[in-house]
């Protein structure tokens, strides 16, 4: 079976940093597209930032230059940097793996860990 387990959530003050990480098993991992989605009270989920098998990427207007995702094959993991960090970025953040690209909607997602950001 398959399981992302995310870590490196918690209380952040604005403008500062966190890294966020995501341990992938159970599934041929450098295949498959990766993804950061988030999930603030009373909004919808929103794509964060993904990135694909051969590493290109793709991130949401209100994270580009802010946030960098990046993976490392040989340790099954997938990363969401996270540098000046506004309060609106609070949410749930979810790993997510698609099938085999980021064309369809992730088949895939982790338990989520919380982000806080104070004002």
């Known amino acids: 079976q398959v399981q992302l387990v995310e870590s490196g959530g918690g209380l952040v003050q604005a403008g500062g940093s966190l890294r966020l990480s995501c341990a992938a098993s159970?599934?041929?991992?450098?295949?498959?597209?990766m993804g950061w989605y988030r999930q603030a009270p009373g909004k919808q989920r929103e794509m964060v930032a993904r990135i694909s098998s051969s590493g290109n990427t793709n991130y949401a207007d209100s994270v580009k230059g802010r946030f960098t995702i990046s993976r490392d094959n040989a340790k099954n993991t997938v990363y969401l940097q996270m540098n000046s960090l506004q309060f609106e970025d609070t949410a749930v953040y979810y790993c997510?793996?698609?099938?085999?690209?980021?064309?369809?909607?992730?088949?895939?997602w982790g338990q989520g860990t919380q982000v806080t950001v104070s004002s």
């Open positions: 159970g599934s041929i991992f450098s295949n498959k597209a």
């Open positions: 997510a793996q698609y099938n085999v690209a980021w064309t369809e909607n992730p088949r895939y």
